[in-house]
């Protein structure tokens, strides 16, 4: 039984433990508190982050993070995407040599607007052959539940890939593997400034004509970002793109759809984040992107609105990012697949 380590103890976190460790590991959660810890090893539960679900005896849980990597055969981070650089500073030389490393978040670094398998890299100074990111319609709730789901693991090699994809998978989760790392991180990062969007205007109140013009719209902004910054189209149209960008601006389970939602119902970003128990990364990662964008001469007009609302200057009820406004001419309806 191979020995994996998971850092990071929040809902998806754990629900990936408990993937690893229902796939045959023995798989280890590292918890900054040591009461969730206690929990999660002891009750077999995590009820901040996963009510109702009972973990499997086989998921460990140490507060030691020495403890949990020693001896790791792969290496799973799941905290949230700010914090990652700090923590691979300080916990580096105590990864295993030569072991992958897999990234299970979806947001990219403010200060450096860099991807985070690019922060795990250079932070952790790992060979990007022994990179992952792990993507798709990942609401954990659902997941836990032993609801059947897909996801993608991507790695620049497939070799990497493939032998994450042997470890983390179960008879309710599938998985799939690409060798295009940079089109399944973004297409993680950018769903999440679409369910924005549309948990924006859910706040206010239009109804599903409104939010399924942002979703199409919204998939060929994202389809044009990430090709513009070499990623493969059609990955924008599979797991990592099209699958997670409907589960994310579908449920009331996604922290970013719940995130808008509020800022549409009046409350402003601060209120936000201060009222959310878990991180949504698409607010943190609005900025970097926009910067991004206006680098890579992206046309994102979602993306703009939500912005416009997040920094006070436009108010939710006039948020209309699908559409053109009346200054401007009809526009062609165009989208390559």
């Known amino acids: 039984m191979a020995k994996v380590a998971i850092l990071g103890s929040g809902s998806w976190g754990t629900t990936f433990g408990k993937v690893l460790a229902e796939g045959g ?3 280890q959660l590292w918890a900054r508190r040591p009461e969730l810890a206690n929990e999660i090893s002891q009750a077999r539960r995590n009820t901040q982050y996963l009510p109702g679900i009972t973990l499997p005896e086989s998921l460990g849980a140490s507060s030691d993070i020495d403890e949990v990597l020693e001896g790791a055969e ?5 905290v949230p995407s700010q914090q990652l650089r700090a923590l691979l500073e300080g916990v580096a030389d105590k990864i295993p040599q030569g072991v992958p490393v897999i990234s299970l978040m ?7 607007m860099m991807r985070m398998s690019q922060v795990i890299e250079e932070a952790a100074n790992i060979d990007p ?3 992952a990111a792990a993507s798709g319609p990942n609401l954990a709730l659902e997941i836990a ?4 789901t897909a996801i993608v693991v991507a790695s620049r090699s497939e070799d990497t890939a493939l032998a994450v994809a042997r470890t983390a998978r179960t008879d309710y989760f599938t998985t799939f593997i690409n060798t295009d790392i940079v089109g399944t991180e973004y297409g993680g990062v950018l769903k999440n400034l679409v369910a924005l969007a549309i948990g924006i205007v859910d706040g206010v109140g239009f109804g599903e004509n409104t939010k399924a013009s942002i979703l199409t719209r919204g998939l ?5 970002f990430a090709v513009a910054y070499g990623a493969e189209r059609a990955t924008m149209q599979g797991l990592a793109g099209l699958g997670d960008l409907i589960a994310t601006c579908n449920s009331p389970l996604s922290r970013n ?7 549409g119902m009046g409350y402003s970003k601060d209120d936000v984040v201060s009222r959310m128990q878990q991180t949504a990364e698409g607010l943190a990662s ?4 926009w910067q991004l964008a206006k680098q890579g001469d992206v046309m994102m007009p979602i993306l703009k609105q939500v912005r416009r609302v997040l920094h006070g200057r436009m108010a939710p009820a006039d948020i209309a990012p699908h559409l053109t406004s009346k200054d401007d001419e009809p526009q062609g309806e165009t989208f390559e697949f």
């Open 25 to 27: 590991s023995d798989a």
């Open 74 to 78: 792969q290496v799973y981070l799941s």
């Open 106 to 112: 979806k947001g990219v670094e403010s200060s450096t």
């Open 129 to 131: 052959a022994r990179v």
């Open 145 to 148: 539940r032993e609801e059947p």
């Open 220 to 224: 060929a902004e994202v389809t044009d």
């Open 257 to 263: 759809f719940t995130a808008g939602r509020l800022v």
């Open 286 to 289: 609005v900025e970097p992107v």
